[in-house]
């Protein structure tokens, strides 16, 4: 089984395997019993990642049952799919949204009743929150009660069943992925990155035609634009005792940036055309426009001979039909504002723009401030100029490159169907290789991009049942520090410095541990403590004990702090004792430390977490 968790859409796919044949695959998608409207179910392959919390008035019992899942007979207090999707858009306040965003979101408490986040206006009380780790928990609890109804023989809870993330997640959110799965009744699971997914995917589609495709040497550029988020990672082709193999070499930051953005700008375009022509809207009325023009940029950028699609901005007013607005969206607005303005013409120097912040800033999801995937895309290239430098197998980087070279693209995500965005990525891309002297990447065309993730996801989990098949190494996207103070007299107005112990070297595997026996450091119990985590996409020298003391701004980013108070076991407060200390990294890829004091027998373990109660 493969769940694709995504910010805008969910999709489970599965795979028989007492159907498969040797390289021939049995697969398929489950269609999603959900509400489309009040009492209405239908089946889709998609369900819209949103949750949509009614007035008690709103709508019926009987309105809210979804007939088709196991269960599905009990009304809900809440919503979950295709009318949420549109319920929320004309009532915001009630709508919750990019859960798997705030899952990531290092700044809250993502076990916290946070969302929906506009439901801080309302009075106290009147709308039901929710935290993002339960909104993700009912997303995946929909989806296995959708596979149980269709085949209450082999329940969900029975299945091996991976679930997808962005490769860009660090621990945390991974830790809390986990826990989302393990709420809503998965027995047998594990986390995989979504750019493997959608990798998995083409190589299952190929049906084993991949060989030819691609050669020892290669770099894959995987760039994955989806609904709410950019995730840019390289996976290197190698050779072994004369086998293809693929490992994945680099990981990009955490973009959010995708198609509600796009949505949204759609929506501003027209509200300004419409406020030239006298007709104001206010914010309501804007976001209820940018679900119109999410339908209206599919159909548009889908399809070359329509031209033009109508849309209606609902009035607020009494007169409901009759004060509603009617325009347009047009092909030439579409492409100006997203192809011109989400993938702009880019040299390989420029990076995103950043700009001078108020003060005071609404509390929400740290959002990408520059809208150009195309520089994102220049400025993590150049970041991993020397990625191949240190994979075995692999060349140098040509001397004078100022960016890894990229020799075939694969595209994934919904915003990626549209030929024009394809075809501006790839006019921007060789533009910059043929700059430097490089051949142009050829593109491997991918499977269905809003079902790849999914699929992937599931022929991933039949190869590795198996035992046979193409195997992505993948390991630790990054490497990960612990931070250690230095012990130096008071210095007025100067705080001690802090080195960077390395934990877990980038591609460290999932499920592997080191013991830094031959250092010893000193741990603070009894009293409160903060422990503060590091990592870096671009150092790969670095072995587990390196102990940094310097370091550039662009080679260390400052992870989630975890506060915690360490049980003194019979010391006093704010003792410190000399442990050594041990690393994990777990199945699912979170990061475990243990401290072990030295000649006694008790152990310090604290998880990269997002709570305090996290350090035990």
């Known amino acids: 089984m493969g769940i694709d968790l995504g910010t805008t859409h969910c999709a489970l796919s599965f795979v028989d395997a007492a159907a498969c044949d040797g390289e021939r695959v049995a697969q398929g998608v489950l269609d999603i019993p959900q509400l489309t409207a009040p009492a209405s179910v239908e089946a889709r392959p998609l369900l819209p990642s949103f949750l949509y919390l009614p007035h008690d008035s709103e709508l019926s019992a009987a309105e809210r049952s979804v007939p088709g899942l196991a269960g599905g007979d009990a009304p809900q207090d809440f919503i979950v799919g295709e009318l949420a999707r549109t319920r929320g858009a004309a009532t915001p306040m009630r709508l919750v949204a990019s859960a798997k965003s705030w899952l990531c979101h ?164 027209v509200a300004r055309k419409l406020a030239q022509e006298g ?65 702009p013409h880019a040299a390989i120097t420029d990076r995103p723009q950043t700009r001078a912040r108020a003060a005071l800033t609404q509390l929400g999801l740290p959002y990408a401030q520059d809208a150009a995937v195309t520089r994102h895309l220049a400025a993590f290239l150049a970041r991993q100029v020397g990625a ?105 107005g100067m705080e001690p410095p802090i080195a960077a112990l390395c934990l877990a070297p980038f591609g460290m595997e999932e499920g592997s ?31 587990v004990g390196t102990l940094l003391e310097f370091w550039a701004d662009e080679e260390l980013t400052e992870l989630q702090e975890i506060e915690a108070t360490l049980p003194p076991e019979g010391r006093s407060a704010g003792e410190v004792v000399p442990v050594t200390l041990h690393a994990r990294v777990s199945e699912i890829g979170t990061l475990e430390l243990a401290a072990v004091p030295v000649g006694g027998s008790e152990r310090w373990k604290v998880e990269f977490d997002v709570r305090a109660a996290g350090a035990a």
């Open 279 to 343: 007709r104001q809207l206010d914010a309501w009325q804007t976001r209820a426009l940018a679900h119109a023009c999410r339908a209206a940029k599919e159909q548009l950028l889908q399809d070359d001979s329509v031209q033009a699609v109508p849309v209606v901005v609902p009035s607020r007013g009494a007169r409901l039909i009759g004060a509603s607005i009617r325009t347009e969206v047009t092909r030439a607005e579409v492409l100006q504002l997203l192809v011109e303005g989400f993938f």
């Open 513 to 543: 541990e080191v013991e830094l026996s031959g250092q010893q450091f000193g741990l603070v119990v009894g009293e409160p403590v903060r422990l503060r985590f590091f990592g870096s996409s671009v150092r790969r020298q670095d072995a």
């Open 106 to 269: 290092a700044g809250v408490d993502r076990r916290a009743p946070i969302l929906p986040p506009d439901a801080a206006q309302a009075p106290e009380g009147e709308i039901a929150r929710l935290s993002p780790l339960q909104a993700s928990t009912e997303y995946l609890k929909h989806l296995r009660r959708a596979w149980d109804a269709a085949h209450p023989d082999a329940p969900l809870s029975a299945q091996q069943v991976t679930v997808t993330i962005p490769a860009s997640f660090d621990p945390a959110a991974r830790e809390l992925t986990a826990e989302a799965c393990q709420a809503a009744g998965l027995g047998h699971f594990t986390l995989l990155e979504e750019p493997q997914a959608a990798l998995y995917s083409w190589l299952q589609a190929s049906g084993g035609a991949w060989r030819k495709q691609v050669r020892h040497g290669d770099i894959l550029l995987v760039v994955d634009v989806g609904g709410g988020t950019t995730d840019l990672s390289l996976i290197a082709v190698l050779e072994q005792d004369g086998n293809l193999q693929l490992q994945r070499i680099a990981v990009g930051e955490h973009i959010l940036l995708g198609g509600d953005n796009m949505d949204l700008a759609l929506a501003y375009g």
């Open 388 to 492: 191949t430098a240190q994979i075995e197998g692999l060349a140098p980087p040509p001397e004078g490159a100022s960016f890894v070279h990229p020799t075939a693209v694969l595209f994934n995500g919904g915003v990626l169907k549209a030929a024009q965005i394809e075809a501006r990525i790839l006019e921007v891309l060789n533009g910059w290789l043929a700059a430097e002297g490089a051949p142009p990447v050829r593109l491997l065309d991918g499977a269905q991009l809003d079902l790849a993730v999914a699929r992937g996801a599931a022929y991933f989990g039949h190869v590795a049942a198996q035992g046979r098949g193409v195997r992505i190494r993948g390991g630790t996207a990054q490497s990960y520090y612990v931070g250690v103070e230095g012990n130096m007299p008071a210095i007025p």
